[in-house]
Protein backbone atom coordinates (compact mmCIF):
# COMPACT_ATOMS: atom_id res chain seq x y z
CA UNK A 1 0.00 0.00 0.00
CA UNK A 2 1.33 3.44 -0.69
CA UNK A 3 1.85 5.88 2.03
CA UNK A 4 -1.11 8.74 2.35
CA UNK A 5 1.16 11.39 1.07
CA UNK A 6 2.27 9.94 -2.03
CA UNK A 7 1.47 11.85 -5.48
CA UNK A 8 0.98 9.72 -8.85
CA UNK A 9 3.12 11.88 -10.71
CA UNK A 10 6.32 11.73 -8.69
CA UNK A 11 6.68 7.90 -8.68
CA UNK A 12 8.60 7.92 -12.35
CA UNK A 13 10.22 9.89 -14.67
CA UNK A 14 10.23 8.40 -17.87
CA UNK A 15 13.87 8.46 -19.66
CA UNK A 16 14.76 8.44 -23.42
CA UNK A 17 11.15 9.20 -24.58
CA UNK A 18 10.94 10.40 -28.09
CA UNK A 19 13.50 7.35 -28.63
CA UNK A 20 11.31 4.61 -27.14
CA UNK A 21 8.18 5.68 -29.20
CA UNK A 22 10.17 5.65 -32.42
CA UNK A 23 11.50 2.45 -31.95
CA UNK A 24 8.31 0.59 -30.39
CA UNK A 25 6.45 2.11 -33.27
CA UNK A 26 2.73 2.18 -31.17
CA UNK A 27 0.16 2.94 -33.24
CA UNK A 28 -3.81 2.12 -32.82
CA UNK A 29 -4.85 -1.32 -32.18
CA UNK A 30 -1.30 -2.76 -31.48
CA UNK A 31 -0.74 -5.05 -28.42
CA UNK A 32 1.93 -3.97 -25.69
CA UNK A 33 3.94 -5.25 -23.24
CA UNK A 34 5.60 -3.17 -20.62
CA UNK A 35 8.00 -5.40 -18.68
CA UNK A 36 8.74 -2.81 -16.45
CA UNK A 37 5.26 -0.92 -15.71
CA UNK A 38 6.22 1.26 -12.94
CA UNK A 39 4.98 4.07 -12.73
CA UNK A 40 3.33 4.39 -16.12
CA UNK A 41 5.75 7.10 -17.04
CA UNK A 42 5.93 5.22 -20.77
CA UNK A 43 2.85 3.38 -20.28
CA UNK A 44 0.44 6.32 -20.90
CA UNK A 45 1.93 7.63 -23.30
CA UNK A 46 2.01 4.39 -24.99
CA UNK A 47 -1.64 3.80 -24.03
CA UNK A 48 -2.40 7.27 -25.99
CA UNK A 49 -0.41 5.87 -29.14
CA UNK A 50 -2.54 2.58 -29.34
CA UNK A 51 -5.87 3.85 -28.96
CA UNK A 52 -8.02 2.92 -29.78
CA UNK A 53 -8.47 -0.57 -29.79
CA UNK A 54 -5.00 -1.37 -28.96
CA UNK A 55 -4.20 -4.17 -25.74
CA UNK A 56 -1.66 -2.72 -23.50
CA UNK A 57 -0.12 -5.26 -20.71
CA UNK A 58 2.19 -4.06 -17.89
CA UNK A 59 4.25 -6.51 -15.90
CA UNK A 60 5.89 -5.40 -12.54
CA UNK A 61 7.19 -6.77 -9.51
CA UNK A 62 6.50 -3.80 -7.27
CA UNK A 63 2.86 -4.06 -6.26
CA UNK A 64 3.08 -0.49 -5.17
CA UNK A 65 4.01 0.66 -8.71
CA UNK A 66 1.00 -1.29 -10.22
CA UNK A 67 -1.41 0.49 -7.95
CA UNK A 68 0.10 3.89 -9.04
CA UNK A 69 -0.17 2.13 -12.89
CA UNK A 70 -3.42 1.61 -12.58
CA UNK A 71 -4.47 5.26 -11.45
CA UNK A 72 -2.34 6.73 -13.90
CA UNK A 73 -3.82 4.70 -16.98
CA UNK A 74 -7.26 4.98 -15.96
CA UNK A 75 -8.48 7.47 -18.66
CA UNK A 76 -7.67 5.15 -21.35
CA UNK A 77 -9.59 1.89 -19.82
CA UNK A 78 -12.46 2.53 -22.25
CA UNK A 79 -10.37 2.88 -25.53
CA UNK A 80 -8.07 -0.16 -25.26
CA UNK A 81 -7.83 -3.00 -23.24
CA UNK A 82 -5.11 -2.60 -20.11
CA UNK A 83 -4.05 -6.04 -17.92
CA UNK A 84 -1.30 -5.14 -15.34
CA UNK A 85 0.06 -8.22 -13.60
CA UNK A 86 2.31 -8.54 -10.39
CA UNK A 87 5.06 -10.55 -10.88
CA UNK A 88 8.95 -11.47 -12.27
CA UNK A 89 10.35 -11.17 -15.73
CA UNK A 90 10.83 -15.21 -15.56
CA UNK A 91 6.55 -15.23 -15.18
CA UNK A 92 6.02 -13.05 -18.42
CA UNK A 93 4.66 -16.27 -21.01
CA UNK A 94 2.42 -16.39 -18.18
CA UNK A 95 1.24 -13.02 -18.06
CA UNK A 96 0.76 -13.09 -22.07
CA UNK A 97 -2.01 -16.11 -21.44
CA UNK A 98 -5.16 -14.14 -21.59
CA UNK A 99 -7.44 -14.51 -19.09
CA UNK A 100 -11.04 -14.90 -21.02
CA UNK A 101 -9.36 -17.06 -23.87
CA UNK A 102 -6.60 -19.10 -22.45
CA UNK A 103 -4.48 -17.76 -25.55
CA UNK A 104 -1.13 -16.66 -25.88
CA UNK A 105 -1.15 -12.23 -27.00
CA UNK A 106 1.24 -11.59 -29.38
CA UNK A 107 3.21 -8.73 -28.96
CA UNK A 108 3.51 -6.15 -31.59
CA UNK A 109 5.95 -4.45 -29.23
CA UNK A 110 8.02 -4.30 -25.98
CA UNK A 111 9.44 -1.92 -23.67
CA UNK A 112 11.88 -2.81 -20.74
CA UNK A 113 13.00 -0.01 -18.59
CA UNK A 114 15.46 -1.35 -16.20
CA UNK A 115 16.83 -0.09 -13.04
CA UNK A 116 14.99 1.63 -9.92
CA UNK A 117 11.81 4.05 -9.72
CA UNK A 118 12.29 7.86 -8.82
CA UNK A 119 9.64 6.68 -6.38
CA UNK A 120 11.69 3.75 -4.78
CA UNK A 121 14.82 5.71 -4.85
CA UNK A 122 13.12 8.48 -2.59
CA UNK A 123 10.67 7.13 -0.34
CA UNK A 124 12.96 5.26 2.82
CA UNK A 125 12.73 1.86 0.40
CA UNK A 126 16.48 0.90 1.48
CA UNK A 127 17.37 1.76 -2.41
CA UNK A 128 19.18 4.89 -1.78
CA UNK A 129 22.53 5.75 0.45
CA UNK A 130 21.86 10.08 0.49
CA UNK A 131 19.51 9.55 3.44
CA UNK A 132 19.54 7.45 6.52
CA UNK A 133 17.00 4.54 6.08
CA UNK A 134 16.37 1.18 6.45
CA UNK A 135 18.53 -1.33 4.37
CA UNK A 136 15.59 -3.07 2.70
CA UNK A 137 16.13 -3.17 -1.26
CA UNK A 138 13.78 -5.44 -2.56
CA UNK A 139 11.58 -4.70 -5.52
CA UNK A 140 8.75 -6.86 -4.73
CA UNK A 141 8.57 -6.47 -0.78
CA UNK A 142 5.28 -8.76 -0.53
CA UNK A 143 7.23 -11.76 -1.67
CA UNK A 144 11.19 -11.61 -1.45
CA UNK A 145 11.39 -11.87 2.37
CA UNK A 146 15.54 -11.65 2.37
CA UNK A 147 16.34 -7.87 3.00
CA UNK A 148 19.70 -6.23 2.26
CA UNK A 149 20.00 -6.24 5.93
CA UNK A 150 19.66 -9.80 6.19
CA UNK A 151 21.69 -10.32 3.53
CA UNK A 152 24.66 -8.45 5.06
CA UNK A 153 24.11 -10.23 8.30
CA UNK A 154 24.15 -13.57 7.17
CA UNK A 155 26.81 -13.79 4.08
CA UNK A 156 30.66 -14.37 4.80
CA UNK A 157 33.06 -11.93 3.95
CA UNK A 158 34.27 -13.79 0.71
CA UNK A 159 30.95 -13.98 -0.40
CA UNK A 160 30.05 -10.45 -0.35
CA UNK A 161 33.64 -9.57 -1.87
CA UNK A 162 32.50 -11.44 -5.30
CA UNK A 163 29.10 -10.01 -4.87
CA UNK A 164 30.51 -6.38 -4.89
CA UNK A 165 33.15 -7.22 -7.80
CA UNK A 166 30.77 -9.41 -10.01
CA UNK A 167 27.65 -7.21 -9.54
CA UNK A 168 29.19 -3.91 -8.79
CA UNK A 169 32.73 -3.85 -10.59
CA UNK A 170 33.51 -2.63 -7.29
CA UNK A 171 38.07 -2.93 -6.89
CA UNK A 172 37.88 -2.15 -3.37
CA UNK A 173 35.69 -5.10 -3.01
CA UNK A 174 37.73 -7.03 -0.34
CA UNK A 175 38.15 -4.30 1.38
CA UNK A 176 34.96 -3.29 2.29
CA UNK A 177 33.83 -7.03 2.65
CA UNK A 178 36.75 -6.81 4.83
CA UNK A 179 35.28 -3.37 6.75
CA UNK A 180 31.39 -5.17 6.95
CA UNK A 181 32.90 -8.14 8.48
CA UNK A 182 35.04 -6.29 11.24
CA UNK A 183 31.87 -4.57 12.09
CA UNK A 184 29.98 -8.09 12.12
CA UNK A 185 32.51 -9.40 14.76
CA UNK A 186 32.05 -6.44 16.69
CA UNK A 187 28.69 -7.70 17.51
CA UNK A 188 26.47 -4.55 15.21
CA UNK A 189 24.01 -5.48 12.79
CA UNK A 190 24.04 -3.25 9.66
CA UNK A 191 20.58 -2.27 9.75
CA UNK A 192 20.68 1.40 7.65
CA UNK A 193 21.68 2.34 4.54
CA UNK A 194 23.85 5.12 6.55
CA UNK A 195 25.45 2.60 8.43
CA UNK A 196 26.51 0.70 5.11
CA UNK A 197 27.66 4.01 3.57
CA UNK A 198 29.80 5.08 6.38
CA UNK A 199 31.74 1.38 5.93
CA UNK A 200 32.24 2.01 2.88
CA UNK A 201 33.94 5.17 3.33
CA UNK A 202 35.94 4.35 5.52
CA UNK A 203 37.03 1.34 3.55
CA UNK A 204 37.97 2.99 0.69
CA UNK A 205 40.60 5.56 0.53
CA UNK A 206 39.64 8.96 0.14
CA UNK A 207 41.66 9.54 -3.23
CA UNK A 208 40.29 6.61 -4.97
CA UNK A 209 36.55 8.20 -4.29
CA UNK A 210 35.19 8.39 -7.54
CA UNK A 211 34.50 12.08 -9.52
CA UNK A 212 31.10 11.22 -11.04
CA UNK A 213 28.97 9.28 -8.60
CA UNK A 214 28.98 8.57 -4.75
CA UNK A 215 31.39 6.04 -3.45
CA UNK A 216 28.68 3.89 -2.66
CA UNK A 217 27.21 3.54 -5.53
CA UNK A 218 28.84 0.14 -6.67
CA UNK A 219 28.06 -1.45 -3.09
CA UNK A 220 24.38 -0.61 -3.32
CA UNK A 221 23.76 -1.80 -7.31
CA UNK A 222 25.77 -5.03 -6.52
CA UNK A 223 23.38 -5.83 -3.16
CA UNK A 224 20.39 -4.52 -5.05
CA UNK A 225 21.26 -7.11 -8.28
CA UNK A 226 21.86 -10.01 -5.31
CA UNK A 227 18.73 -9.57 -3.40
CA UNK A 228 16.85 -9.72 -6.16
CA UNK A 229 18.14 -11.64 -8.70
CA UNK A 230 18.34 -9.06 -11.25
CA UNK A 231 20.53 -10.18 -14.01
CA UNK A 232 18.96 -13.94 -14.25
CA UNK A 233 15.49 -12.33 -14.34
CA UNK A 234 16.49 -10.23 -17.07
CA UNK A 235 18.22 -13.14 -19.17
CA UNK A 236 14.77 -15.54 -19.19
CA UNK A 237 12.90 -12.72 -19.11
CA UNK A 238 14.19 -11.16 -22.46
CA UNK A 239 13.94 -14.23 -24.21
CA UNK A 240 10.36 -15.07 -23.28
CA UNK A 241 9.78 -11.26 -24.64
CA UNK A 242 11.19 -12.00 -27.71
CA UNK A 243 9.38 -15.39 -28.35
CA UNK A 244 6.42 -13.83 -27.75
CA UNK A 245 7.03 -11.10 -30.48
CA UNK A 246 4.65 -11.22 -33.26
CA UNK A 247 6.57 -10.82 -36.62
CA UNK A 248 7.62 -7.07 -37.33
CA UNK A 249 7.15 -6.87 -33.59
CA UNK A 250 10.13 -4.71 -31.77
CA UNK A 251 11.65 -5.29 -28.26
CA UNK A 252 13.04 -1.88 -26.78
CA UNK A 253 15.39 -1.91 -23.85
CA UNK A 254 16.70 0.75 -21.62
CA UNK A 255 19.65 -0.02 -19.14
CA UNK A 256 21.12 2.06 -16.54
CA UNK A 257 25.04 -0.10 -15.77
CA UNK A 258 27.26 -2.44 -17.93
CA UNK A 259 26.00 -5.84 -16.43
CA UNK A 260 22.37 -5.40 -17.58
CA UNK A 261 23.51 -3.42 -21.12
CA UNK A 262 26.26 -6.52 -21.61
CA UNK A 263 23.48 -9.17 -21.25
CA UNK A 264 21.16 -7.02 -23.20
CA UNK A 265 23.79 -6.90 -26.27
CA UNK A 266 24.83 -10.07 -25.96
CA UNK A 267 20.94 -11.44 -26.37
CA UNK A 268 20.12 -9.47 -28.93
CA UNK A 269 23.14 -10.33 -31.04
CA UNK A 270 22.59 -14.09 -30.22
CA UNK A 271 19.18 -14.04 -31.54
CA UNK A 272 19.70 -12.35 -34.43
CA UNK A 273 22.11 -14.49 -35.40
CA UNK A 274 25.44 -12.47 -34.47
CA UNK A 275 26.48 -14.68 -31.89
CA UNK A 276 30.40 -15.50 -32.56
CA UNK A 277 31.81 -18.04 -34.49
CA UNK A 278 34.12 -21.09 -33.05
CA UNK A 279 37.80 -20.30 -33.61
CA UNK A 280 39.29 -21.43 -36.73
CA UNK A 281 41.49 -23.51 -35.01
CA UNK A 282 38.74 -25.62 -33.49
CA UNK A 283 36.70 -29.07 -34.38
CA UNK A 284 33.30 -26.68 -34.73
CA UNK A 285 35.01 -24.76 -37.38
CA UNK A 286 35.37 -28.25 -39.75
CA UNK A 287 32.05 -28.81 -39.12
CA UNK A 288 30.02 -28.36 -42.59
CA UNK A 289 26.44 -27.61 -40.60
CA UNK A 290 26.27 -23.53 -39.93
CA UNK A 291 27.12 -23.36 -36.54
CA UNK A 292 25.21 -19.81 -36.03
CA UNK A 293 21.68 -19.81 -34.68
CA UNK A 294 19.06 -18.94 -37.28
CA UNK A 295 18.11 -14.92 -36.63
CA UNK A 296 15.33 -14.21 -35.39
CA UNK A 297 16.07 -10.20 -35.23
CA UNK A 298 16.94 -7.58 -36.79
CA UNK A 299 18.98 -5.13 -34.59
CA UNK A 300 17.55 -1.73 -35.07
CA UNK A 301 20.25 0.01 -33.13
CA UNK A 302 24.18 -0.57 -34.00
CA UNK A 303 25.14 1.32 -30.94
CA UNK A 304 23.14 2.18 -27.48
CA UNK A 305 21.24 5.17 -27.68
CA UNK A 306 21.74 7.83 -24.91
CA UNK A 307 19.97 11.24 -23.70
CA UNK A 308 20.73 14.32 -24.65
CA UNK A 309 22.67 16.66 -22.68
CA UNK A 310 19.21 18.56 -22.13
CA UNK A 311 17.55 15.69 -20.70
CA UNK A 312 20.47 14.86 -18.38
CA UNK A 313 20.19 17.94 -17.11
CA UNK A 314 16.64 18.26 -16.70
CA UNK A 315 16.61 14.33 -15.05
CA UNK A 316 20.10 13.58 -13.58
CA UNK A 317 19.02 9.81 -13.42
CA UNK A 318 19.07 9.77 -17.06
CA UNK A 319 22.31 10.27 -17.34
CA UNK A 320 23.85 6.43 -17.46
CA UNK A 321 20.85 5.12 -19.94
CA UNK A 322 21.24 3.60 -22.84
CA UNK A 323 18.54 2.30 -25.37
CA UNK A 324 19.03 -0.86 -28.09
CA UNK A 325 15.97 -2.10 -30.15
CA UNK A 326 15.65 -4.92 -31.94
CA UNK A 327 12.03 -6.62 -34.59
CA UNK A 328 11.19 -10.12 -34.47
CA UNK A 329 11.89 -11.39 -38.12
CA UNK A 330 8.71 -12.70 -40.14
Known amino acids: MLPDDTSVDEFHIPVLVEPVLFYLAPSPGKTILDATEGGAGHSRLIAAAISPGGTLIGVDRDADA ?20 HCEFSKITDALSDRKTGAAFRLDGCLF ?37 ELLATTSEAELARIF ?29 GQLVRIVESAVPRSAWPRDIHVATRVFQALRIEVNGELDELRVGLNAAIDNLAPAGRIVVICYHSLEDSIVKSTFAKRAGKAPGPSGFSPAALMTEPTNLKPELKLLTRKPVTPDEFEKQRNIRSRSAKLRAAERIA
Do not use: M
Open 113 to 149: DLGVSSYQLDHGLGFSFRRDEHLDGRLNRRGNDRTVA
Open 165 to 193: WDFGQERFSRKIARRIAEFKDAGSRIETT
Open 66 to 85: LEVAGLRLAEYQSSIQIILH
